[in-house]
Nanobody, 120 residues
């Protein structure tokens, strides 16, 4: 069984920074994509950033230049460094892990989420 545990959320003032971490445990193949999504109250869950096992990244336009995703593949841990935070970044942030199984079906796991609140 795969588990994803997020940490690092909290309350920060506009312009501030936070660093989220997600530690994955269990049977995870080497070729995977890990990432961060977020969901604000009353809105759908949206992509924030993804990173492949070989380090390729993809960002939502709204966070480009402010957020940086990185990973420690040896420890199956992914990070999200968030700088210059804005009130509109307030949301529950979810870690995800994705891969294809032996019959090429998609496999997806989610963490429990961590609250990020940007407010003065």
């Amino acid at each position: 069984q795969v588990q994803l545990v997020e940490s690092g959320g909290g309350l920060v003032q506009p312009g501030g920074s936070l660093r989220l971490s997600c530690a994955a445990s269990g049977s995870i193949p080497k070729n995977n994509v890990m990432g961060w999504y977020r969901q604000a109250p009353g809105k759908q869950r949206d992509l924030v950033a993804l990173i492949t096992s070989d380090g390729r990244t993809n960002y939502a336009d709204s966070v480009k230049g402010r957020f940086t995703i990185s990973r420690d593949s040896a420890k199956n841990t992914v990070f999200l460094q968030m700088n210059n935070l804005k009130p509109e970044d307030t949301a529950v942030y979810y870690c995800s892990a994705n891969w294809r199984n032996v019959v090429n079906w998609p496999v997806n796991y989610w963490g429990q989420g961590t609250q990020v609140t940007v407010s003065s």
